[in-house]
């Protein structure tokens, strides 16, 4: 049997650094992560590097693999790059690699067909078919298809199941039907919700903003000074700067001994963080001492874990001009605000669960083991 191009060659730091940049939380996820949690979804920057490489000959063109991969740069000179600005204090912003993200690329026709002359060179006379009986969230099956593949998945877990065949089999069954099905009842889900939850999400000041999110830090009370600890390995909210910078009240009442918060611009007016390798450190002032990871596990333990608000995200409404100075589509851009009394809303929360918790117990929704 011929060898494959995956049996001799693999750019394993440039699929690296792309899975990473795929995962990065500040920017938008792949789709199909975007219907259903799955807790094993494997980059598909990857998957098809792994489908790509074993359906090529040893001797295939490498520099066309990279761009079929969606890699059309140099990742690894770009961390380098990266690394270096970071530490001049330099932002490089969302261009820094100078290419889109490779998932974010689908393969051409004449990509397309590449691979198929190629597989004539191994003995692959046909369109390919790959199996795959693990399939779980679907990143290969969904990656062996966009470069022109047949694919038979399937997965033990019936959610697995489910998943791929409302991101894969559905979608190339039923066509763009798939998506406007989807968004019509979307969309009614979401009115249903809104209005469920509207006294929940106190208004914003204009009508051009709309809360979008609550960041919430666990805490524990210090137990030298009595200070509460709100715990954060780091502040940061945002890749431009934005973060939050810790506002200890150092009182005598330890009961009143809390942090405020204040949200800053610049990576170098956030707060240290307040929890390292388990360690808890108190940003109080007059103690600053540090707690043990034990003596933290401890705390928790016994209940003493509580939680604290530190930052609220909002939506605002952009209105875009175009190159010719005419109105352009509305966008909704992301924002972040310090805590105020009116977001304190713990105590209906709490209400609203405690009188659904019976029901869904009785329905067997959420767990009830000790």
Known sequence: MSRRLIEEWLPIAEIGIES????????????PNRLHVWWARRPLVSARAAVLGSLLPADADRKKFMHTLGIHGDPVA???????ATRDGIRLGADAYGYSRAFSYSPTDDERTWISQEGKKIGINSTPTVLDPTAGGASIPFEAIR?????????????ACLVEKLTIEQPLIKG???????????DKFSAIVRDRLKDLFPAEDSDDLRPDGYLFARTIRCPYCGGLIPLSPNWRLAPDGTGVRLIPHDVEDESERVCSFEIVSKAKEQSEGTVEG??????FPNCGRVIDGDKVKSIAQDGGMGEQL?????????????????????????GYRAPRPEDDVFD????????KLPYWEAQDMVPTEE
Do not use: H
């Open 20 to 31: 990473v940049r795929e995962r990065t939380p500040m920017t938008p996820f792949p789709a």
């Open 78 to 84: 770009a961390k380098i790059r990266i690394a270096q």
């Open 147 to 159: 470069i022109g593949a047949n694919v038979i998945s399937n997965d033990i877990n019936p959610v």
């Open 176 to 186: 763009s039907q798939v998506y406007l099905e989807f968004k019509k009842i979307g």
């Open 278 to 283: 388990g360690r808890a450190t108190c940003p």
């Open 310 to 334: 530190y930052a609220v995200v909002f939506k605002k409404r952009i209105q875009t001009i175009t190159k010719t100075g005419k109105r352009g589509r509305e966008k909704w851009v992301r």
């Open 348 to 355: 209906e929360v709490k209400a609203k669960l405690d009188a």
